[in-house]
């Protein structure tokens, strides 16, 4: 994270005090990702080693309370705190003292990776700024011109420089459809819209590879006038954004993605509205009284009328059933579901550190549990008219329930889940026995028990049942692609015959760790390399698919001997319907290392017996 950059002459003195995260993975999703943060802005060999172990590893001094957190001046703050040992030269010797537990230092300000991702895009456009003058020039009908229509390549402008980005269509994060939207034009006007690009130096690096040229100077007049016209007469779409807490970690404000702190996950079973991490792909819809009172959530089984053709107007109206706020609230009974969600990205930051992913580059914070309240999806179903979805699947080929949001994000998944009895798939309108927010789908959202974060669709308005799954990148895109590892460019495989992730795999976490014998405020305590010490050692695990999580291993010398964890909330929910995480406690056994240090590392057991294996080899 580059942030460290500000604070790094005093990391680097202070050894002791510094924060590694390393994912946990599961034997069954190339989608499995690293989390991280590598607070001293260097990996050792024996790090590396320990990264590629593919377990959930936690590099912490001996007898410090250390987290990964939202938090860079966590380090700097304990390095001033303790200058005489972590500043003087013989702290890297083999005897460490204990330093001070960093629990107080938890909630100073923080420089967020969205700020000093600005900071670094604005930076890398200056360093290129002498470098295009050998390069041709067009314009902007040039540019036009080269649209890919009829075979011809793909052009786009972006700041003065023109890319031609054929070859790139089929590897764009939010799909072929979006990038699209922009063949042929100026994309500043749709990076407006979609400012995540701005978040990370990544579309940039990327786009370096593309430069064909600049366009000529009077055009990109033309185009930094018709933004300073859209910046002036048209209404900021983030202009109504929630307020959101401050000890979020966030990676990009516009569209909002920010995770828990990973030392506030294990706090409550019950992850508190506020601190719910967010995954927005637009601006979060702004519904005005009037809006909300003639709100109607739409039911279409138009799919499932007589005769081959697409119906339209008020034939298709005839299967469309609509209901209210009120309806629901009064007409079908209430139902609760404690459900985990969690991004598809969760935990693909550390991924970095061997070759650079497209995606945010969450830590192990995007994911939360909630107690979710509403309608059974089913009763809506079958109040709307759907009586046999096994018939209807075999007299008209329906196969999937597309859900659509008033953000015009799309997403599905198979009927046999949503009609399922036992599925628990339901319309939510209280989140832990609250309004649903703005932020997590105000007024209704889809709860998919079991599935991908992605599935769970917010701010829903209408549902279909569907021959086909939903269009669109969220469902079809390469983002939500389980793709072969060894795969790094899209135009390589047929995106469309893979498949679209649904439930996730197995994942587990470290969130607090201490000494055992560590009083408050205590200094104590010399160690020598090879000691043992106890440490008490606690996270969360869960599995997609309602699986259980029977067993959690903990290690603390590298996976030669492994203890097995207290499994604590959440181990008692009924087989095969186990929605929700499952925290752990252990006592675990673990050797000092040269540098004073100790490596702790979690894997997690479901009851199908998958377990995350021990390296990552296979998957990154």
Same mark, same amino acid.
């Given at each position: 994270?580059?942030?460290?950059?500000?604070?790094?002459?005093?990391?680097?003195?202070?050894?002791?005090?510094?924060?590694?995260?390393?994912?946990?993975?599961?034997?069954?999703?190339?989608?499995?990702?690293?989390?991280?943060?590598?607070?001293?802005?260097?990996?050792?060999?024996?790090?590396?080693?320990?990264?590629?172990?593919?377990?959930?590893?936690?590099?912490?001094?001996?007898?410090?309370?250390?987290?990964?957190?939202?938090?860079?001046?966590?380090?700097?703050?304990?390095? /001033?705190?303790?200058?005489?040992?972590?500043?003087?030269?013989?702290?890297?010797?083999?005897?460490?003292?204990?330093?001070?537990?960093?629990?107080? @230092?938890?909630?100073?300000?923080? &420089?967020?990776?969205?700020?000093?991702?600005?900071?670094?895009?604005?930076?890398?456009?200056?360093?290129?700024?002498? *470098?295009?003058?050998?390069?041709?020039?067009?314009?902007?009908?040039?540019?036009?011109?080269?649209?890919?229509?009829?075979?011809?390549?793909?052009?786009?402008?972006?700041?003065?420089?023109?890319?031609?980005?054929?070859?790139?269509?089929? /590897?764009?994060?939010?799909?072929?459809?979006?990038?699209?939207?922009?063949?042929?034009?100026?994309?500043?006007?749709?990076?407006?819209?979609?400012?995540?690009?701005?978040?990370?130096?990544?579309?940039?690096?990327?786009?370096?590879?593309?430069?064909?040229?600049?366009?000529?100077?009077?055009?990109?007049?033309?185009?930094?006038?018709?933004?300073?016209?859209?910046?002036?007469?048209?209404?900021?779409?983030?202009?109504?954004?929630?307020?959101?807490?401050?000890?979020?970690?966030?990676?990009?404000?516009?569209?909002? /993605?920010?995770?828990?702190?990973?030392?506030?996950?294990?706090?409550?079973?019950?992850?508190?509205?506020?601190?719910? @991490?967010?995954?927005?792909?637009?601006?979060?819809?702004?519904?005005?009284?009037?809006?909300?009172?003639?709100?109607?959530?739409?039911?279409?089984?138009?799919?499932?009328?007589?005769?081959? +053709?697409?119906?339209?107007?008020?034939?298709?109206? #005839?299967?469309? #059933? #609509?209901?209210?706020?009120?309806?629901? #609230?009064?007409?079908?009974?209430?139902?609760?579901?404690?459900?985990?969600?969690?991004?598809?990205?969760?935990?693909?930051?550390?991924?970095?550190?061997?070759?650079?992913?497209?995606?945010?580059?969450?830590?192990?914070?995007?994911?939360?549990?909630?107690?979710?309240?509403?309608?059974?999806?089913?009763?809506?179903?079958?109040?709307?008219?759907?009586?046999?979805?096994?018939?209807?699947?075999?007299?008209?080929?329906?196969?999937?329930?597309?859900?659509?949001?008033?953000?015009?994000?799309?997403?599905?998944?198979?009927?046999?889940?949503?009609?399922?009895?036992?599925?628990?798939?339901?319309?939510?309108?209280?989140?832990?026995?609250?309004?649903?927010?703005?932020?997590?789908?105000?007024?209704?959202?889809?709860?998919?028990?079991?599935?991908?974060?992605?599935?769970?669709?917010? &701010?829903?308005?209408?549902?279909?049942?569907?021959?086909?799954?939903? +269009?669109?990148?969220?469902?079809?895109?390469?983002?939500?692609?389980?793709?072969?590892?060894?795969?790094?460019?899209?135009?390589?495989?047929?995106?469309?015959?893979?498949?679209?992730?649904? +439930?996730?795999?197995?994942?587990?976490?470290?969130?607090?760790?201490?000494?055992?014998?560590?009083?408050?405020?205590?200094?104590a305590g010399e160690y020598q390399p090879g000691d043992k010490v106890t440490m008490t050692v606690s996270g969360w695990a869960w599995a997609g698919g309602g699986r259980n999580i029977v067993r959690v291993d903990v290690?603390?010398?590298?996976?030669?001997?492994?203890?097995?964890?207290?499994?604590? *909330?959440?181990?008692?929910?009924?087989?095969?319907?186990?929605?929700? &995480?499952?925290? &752990? +406690?252990?006592?675990?056994? =673990?050797?000092?290392?040269?540098?004073?240090?100790?490596?702790?590392?979690?894997? =997690?057991?479901?009851?199908?017996? /998958?377990?995350?294996?021990?390296?990552?080899?296979?998957?990154?």
């Amino acid at each position: 994270m580059t942030p460290i950059r500000h604070h790094q002459s005093s990391l680097m003195k202070n050894p002791l005090i510094r924060r590694r995260l390393v994912q946990s993975f599961s034997t069954a999703s190339s989608a499995s990702t690293l989390a991280n943060e590598v607070a001293d802005g260097e990996t050792s060999d024996a790090v590396s080693k320990k990264i590629l172990s593919g377990l959930a590893v936690v590099v912490a001094a001996v007898g410090a309370t250390t987290f990964y957190g939202n938090n860079t001046t966590v380090c700097e703050q304990a390095a /001033n705190d303790d200058d005489d040992e972590t500043n003087d030269e013989t702290t890297t010797t083999a005897t460490r003292k204990v330093p001070k537990t960093t629990m107080e @230092y938890l909630n100073f300000e923080v &420089w967020t990776p969205a700020i000093v991702a600005r900071e670094d895009l604005t930076e890398l456009v200056d360093e290129h700024d002498d *470098e295009m003058e050998g390069y041709p020039v067009y314009t902007s009908k040039q540019v036009a011109e080269n649209d890919g229509t009829d075979g011809k390549p793909i052009w786009m402008s972006y700041g003065g420089v023109v890319y031609d980005v054929t070859n790139f269509i089929s /590897n764009h994060p939010g799909g072929t459809e979006k990038i699209m939207m922009a063949a042929g034009s100026s994309i500043e006007p749709f990076w407006h819209t979609y400012r995540q690009h701005f978040a990370s130096d990544l579309p940039i690096r990327l786009m370096e590879h593309m430069v064909i040229g600049r366009l000529v100077e009077k055009d990109q007049v033309l185009v930094d006038a018709q933004m300073e016209a859209i910046y002036e007469t048209s209404d900021d779409p983030f202009d109504h954004e929630p307020v959101r807490h401050k000890a979020l970690r966030v990676h990009s404000e516009h569209s909002m /993605n920010a995770e828990t702190p990973a030392h506030l996950l294990t706090n409550h079973y019950l992850t508190p509205n506020s601190l719910f @991490y967010i995954r927005h792909h637009h601006p979060v819809p702004f519904l005005t009284t009037e809006q909300v009172q003639n709100f109607a959530l739409e039911i279409d089984l138009s799919s499932f009328a007589p005769g081959e +053709e697409e119906l339209f107007g008020k034939e298709k109206q #005839k299967y469309i #059933k #609509k209901y209210t706020l009120e309806d629901l #609230k009064t007409k079908f009974p209430q139902t609760h579901v404690v459900a985990t969600l969690q991004c598809s990205g969760n935990r693909r930051a550390d991924f970095n550190q061997f070759q650079r992913t497209s995606g945010t580059g969450w830590g192990q914070g995007a994911i939360s549990n909630a107690k979710w309240t509403g309608v059974r999806l089913s009763d809506l179903f079958k109040d709307a008219g759907l009586d046999d979805p096994m018939q209807a699947e075999k007299e008209h080929g329906v196969r999937h329930v597309r859900m659509h949001a008033l953000d015009d994000m799309s997403a599905s998944v198979g009927i046999e889940k949503v009609m399922n009895p036992y599925g628990d798939c339901i319309i939510a309108y209280e989140m832990n026995d609250q309004l649903l927010p703005r932020d997590h789908g105000y007024p209704l959202r889809v709860i998919i028990p079991g599935y991908a974060g992605i599935r769970n669709v917010k &701010w829903v308005n209408r549902i279909e049942l569907s021959k086909e799954e939903a +269009e669109g990148p969220w469902q079809r895109g390469l983002n939500y692609k389980i793709l072969p590892p060894s795969i790094t460019d899209a135009n390589e495989v047929d995106i469309e015959a893979m498949p679209s992730v649904m +439930e996730p795999s197995l994942f587990s976490g470290i969130t607090n760790l201490r000494l055992e014998d560590e009083s408050e405020g205590s200094t104590a305590g010399e160690y020598q390399p090879g000691d043992k010490v106890t440490m008490t050692v606690s996270g969360w695990a869960w599995a997609g698919g309602g699986r259980n999580i029977v067993r959690v291993d903990v290690t603390g010398d590298n996976g030669l001997t492994w203890t097995s964890a207290e499994l604590k *909330e959440g181990k008692g929910q009924r087989f095969g319907k186990a929605w929700a &995480w499952t925290f &752990w +406690e252990a006592q675990v056994p =673990a050797v000092v290392l040269k540098d004073g240090t100790v490596d702790l590392a979690s894997k =997690a057991i479901d009851n199908a017996f /998958n377990v995350q294996p021990e390296s990552s080899d296979h998957v990154w």
